[in-house]
């Protein structure tokens, strides 16, 4: 009888212990929410100018934008989207500090082709003030060079966005594309990499 009440007790804690890793699952999918982020809303508002279009376009290996925040932040997950036909190339996503000459985040990723796919990282804090650079690399080489387009949003006549450019805490400064060995600023357009932030 004494082993049958233990083995109660113990399968009453195994359950819920596996109702809390759901909640946990919840509770940081709400803190960690990708549906209507900041860039995102940014991104929009600069579709919403006739002036501006989106299009998936050059052909470099990185396209990257520098950003800061109004308040601290820290980063959740990363939204892209690649490009038909390579979606099992990864990308490599890095965020570095520029204020203190640091990398904060270094790791490969795939994407879908049809959405903007999120990939859950470890969080990136953020100090309101500090300038960001957030990078998306691609260094595979096939014989077709649009595995390096990308998808931005930009002037039709190649004009400046006038930057910086913000919403709510969100601020871009400036974009770059190139190569490894060489960075262009670029102030016509801005690259689709979205930020998540913790809520």
Same mark, same amino acid.
């Given at each position: 009888?004494?082993?049958?009440?233990?083995? $109660?007790?113990?399968?009453?804690?195994? $359950? #819920? %212990?596996?109702?809390?890793?759901?909640?946990?699952?919840?509770?940081?999918?709400?803190?960690?929410?990708?549906?209507?982020?900041?860039?995102?809303?940014?991104?929009?508002?600069?579709?919403?100018?006739?002036?501006?279009?989106?299009?998936?376009?050059?052909? @470099?290996?990185?396209?990257?934008?520098?950003?800061?925040?109004? %308040?601290?932040?820290? /980063?959740?997950?990363?939204?892209?989207?690649?490009?038909?036909?390579?979606?099992?190339?990864?990308?490599? /996503?890095?965020?570095?500090?520029?204020?203190?000459?640091?990398?904060?985040?270094?790791?490969?990723?795939?994407?879908?082709?049809?959405?903007?796919?999120?990939?859950?990282?470890?969080?990136?804090?953020? @100090? &309101?003030?500090?300038?960001?650079?957030?990078?998306?690399?691609?260094? #595979? &080489?096939?014989?077709? /060079?649009?595995?390096?387009?990308?998808?931005?949003?930009?002037?039709?006549?190649?004009?400046?966005?006038?930057?910086?450019?913000?919403?709510?805490?969100?601020?871009?400064? &400036?974009?770059?594309?190139? &190569?490894?060995?060489?960075?262009?600023?670029?102030?016509?357009?801005?690259?689709?990499?979205?930020?998540?932030?913790?809520?």
């Amino acid at each position: 009888m004494f082993k049958k009440i233990i083995l $109660f007790i113990i399968a009453i804690g195994f $359950f #819920n %212990s596996c109702n809390n890793d759901d909640d946990n699952d919840s509770e940081q999918n709400q803190l960690c929410d990708s549906s209507n982020t900041t860039f995102n809303q940014l991104y929009t508002d600069l579709l919403m100018d006739v002036n501006n279009q989106e299009e998936i376009t050059l052909d @470099v290996i990185n396209h990257a934008y520098t950003f800061e925040v109004l %308040s601290n932040e820290s /980063i959740c997950k990363i939204g892209y989207s690649s490009q038909p036909s390579f979606e099992t190339y990864p990308y490599l /996503i890095e965020i570095y500090d520029n204020t203190n000459d640091m990398l904060l985040y270094s790791e490969n990723h795939t994407f879908s082709s049809s959405i903007t796919e999120y990939v859950a990282i470890n969080p990136v804090n953020l @100090v &309101s003030g500090n300038s960001y650079t957030i990078k998306r690399v691609q260094n #595979n &080489s096939t014989n077709d /060079i649009t595995i390096f387009i990308g998808r931005i949003v930009k002037n039709v006549n190649n004009d400046d966005l006038n930057f910086p450019i913000s919403n709510n805490n969100l601020i871009i400064t &400036s974009a770059t594309f190139g &190569s490894q060995s060489s960075q262009q600023l670029f102030y016509f357009g801005i690259p689709y990499i979205d930020l998540v932030f913790e809520e």
